[in-house]
Each structure stands twice: as C-alpha cells, then as structure tokens.
T-cell receptor, first 110, second 114 residues
Framework: AQSVTQPDIHITVSEGASLELRCNYS??????LFWYVQSPGQGLQLLLK??????LVQGIKGFEAEFKRSQSSFNLRKPSVHWSDAAEYFC????????FGAGTRLTVKP | NAGVTQTPKFQVLKTGQSMTLQCAQD?????MSWYRQDPGMGLRLIHY???????DQGEVPNGYNVSRSTTEDFPLRLLSAAPSQTSVYFC?????????????FGPGTRLTVL
C-alpha cells in the first residue's frame, strides 16, 4: 500500500520568514498528492493537490508545492509566513485509498 | 448543501459498551471513508466504501464495523469499545474516488473510552 512520511514533527518559524514542509511518499505508480491544514479543534481543509501536469502546484492562502518524482517528494512552501498559518499540516497520497502522513505542527513566532 | 455531517460531536463510553458513529453526506459522493486521528500518528484509515453495498478495510479496521446501505450514509460501529479506541474520528467523502475532485471532511467526533 502507499505511504507518506513527514520527517518534521514540529517546525518553528518567525513571522514573515519562508517556510518549507517536507513530504516523501511511497507508491508504485503516479500518485495523487495532497496537502491539508488543520487548525486546533477543527477539521481538515484542503490546501492544494497534484494529479498530473505542471509539477508546481498553487494552492490557497499563498501556499505552493512541488512534485519531484525523482525524489518521491511533494514539499509545501510559502514565501512569507503569517501568524494565522500556525496549525498542523498533513500530506496525503492516494492509491486505492487515501493515506496521510503523521503531520507537521507549525509554530509561528512573532 | 450541508456537506459531511457527523454525530455526535462528543461521546464518552465505558469499556465494553457499543455505539454507532453517524456520518452522512448530501453531495451524492460514491466514496466515503472513516479515519481516526491520534497525536503523532496523523489520520489512519479505518474503513472505506466505493459505493452503496461495497465496503473494504483500511489500515486499522480491527474493532470497527461499517455498512453502506445508501449513498448518503456510512455509519461506523464499535461493538465492544476499548480504551485504545479513544480518538477523534473523521468521516470523509469524495467523487469519483479517494483522489476525486476534493475530499470533504466532517467536523469530527471526539470519543473517550474509559
């Protein structure tokens, strides 16, 4: 079955700094890849998704992600982090079903 | 559209009790799934369904049953609750499949088993 690894459990960045959250996947075919964000006590909100085509995907709230097949990665980036971006971020891969990574918790320092 | 709804929002059970977590969607989605979320483990797939009458197991199906008699509803049953089933449970739906246009998540049910 497919799987996802998010190597960073917790990341702290200063407000205004750039952000990169790492995601590595394992799947035998071309994957469908997703990034979700979850604020405390809330459900999951879709940030962006990759199905095919352009490997740089734009999402909501100024986020983007780049699919790199050679590295089996789908890292999430944002050029300038806002305090409201503090949340937990989940990468997911779809094969027969959807599998999630363990999540990366983002803390934003003022 | 209400989207994906889950009831109850909170539940406390004693070990050995049974209960059903309800999930409904009004978007006519074929694919529905149940996840549990535990600290440090992300969301883990319990069971999923690709349409009425069809269900399959995910990563962590033990202790849970599901059925899909209608397109709209996908209840999750705990037959004999255990403390290890203390978790937050999310139901989701999408069309045409798990990688469909968007997977919509319910607000979650927080379950505590004493």
């Amino acid at each position: 079955a497919q799987s996802v690894t998010q190597p960073d459990i917790h990341i702290t960045v200063s407000e205004g700094a750039s952000l990169e959250l790492r995601c590595n996947y394992s799947y035998g075919a071309t994957p469908y890849l997703f990034w979700y964000v979850q604020s405390p006590g809330q459900g999951l909100q879709l940030l962006l998704k990759y199905f095919s085509g352009d490997t740089l995907v734009q999402g909501i709230k100024g986020f983007e992600a780049e699919f790199k097949r050679s590295q089996s990665s789908f890292n999430l980036r944002k050029p300038s982090v806002h305090w409201s971006d503090a949340a937990e971020y989940f990468c997911a891969v779809v094969g027969n079903d959807m599998r999630f990574g363990a999540g990366t918790r983002l803390t934003v320092k003022p | 559209n209400a989207g994906v709804t889950q009831t109850p929002k909170f539940q406390v059970l004693k070990t050995g009790q049974s209960m059903t977590l309800q999930c409904a969607q009004d978007m006519n989605h074929e694919y529905m799934s149940w996840y549990r979320q535990d600290p440090g483990m992300g969301l883990r797939l319990i069971h999923y369904s690709v349409g009425a009458g069809i269900t399959d197991q995910g990563e962590v199906p033990n202790g849970y049953n599901v059925s899909r008699s209608t397109t709209e509803d996908f209840p999750l049953r705990l037959l004999s609750a255990a403390p290890s089933q203390t978790s937050v449970y999310f139901c989701a739906s999408s069309s045409p499949g798990p990688g469909g246009d968007t997977q919509y998540f319910g607000p979650g049910t927080r379950l505590t088993v004493l």
